[in-house]
């Protein structure tokens, strides 16, 4: 099927060390491909916590989160309920649905986020903003 969405993308390779990053002190977010990129289908990003790191605190939105560990263990709390998802898990988290993620291991954690629809990637200046207002701490202070 030919639409004009489809026409309209064009291939992207992105290499490494390349993409749009966001530092948030003791997490970063690198964005790859955006809803500008995908016609507002979704977008990915990868995301890295440094050991013991505490989450962003309880928040939803209405874009659906997939999440791929990609090495550690994210925990996940998501509606209130603790999760470990160690290295190779794969998380699904609806629009709308209270979640929250941190780094209680000693090494550091990261996750591939595909967001969909596109949309999300548009608050993280906000985002950023936020987290200098509000560094995380150590997940031992919790």
């Not at 491909?33 to 289908?41: F, K, L, V």
């Not at 990915?44 to 928040?59: A, K």
């Not at 550690?72 to 509606?79: N, Q």
């Not at 200098?132 to 997940?139: I, M, R, S, T």
Request: aromatic letters at 10%.
């Amino acid at each position: 099927m030919n639409t004009s969405a489809n026409r309209s993308r064009r291939p992207l390779i992105i290499r490494p060390n390349q993409g749009r990053r966001y530092d948030m002190g003791r997490l970063r977010a690198v964005f790859f491909a955006d809803g500008s990129e995908t016609a507002d289908r979704y977008s990915i990003s990868e995301w890295w916590l440094e050991p013991r790191t505490r989450g962003p605190g309880p928040h939803a939105h209405p874009e659906d989160h997939i999440f791929y560990v990609l090495t550690g263990t994210l925990i996940l709390v998501i509606e209130g309920e603790r999760t470990d998802a160690p290295r190779g898990s794969y998380a699904l988290i609806p629009g709308g649905v209270q979640h929250d993620f941190e780094n209680r291991g000693n090494k550091k954690c990261g996750f591939i986020s595909i967001n969909t629809p596109a949309g999300f990637e548009r608050a993280m200046p906000n985002i950023v903003q936020w987290f200098a207002a509000n560094p995380l701490g150590d997940v031992a202070e919790v």
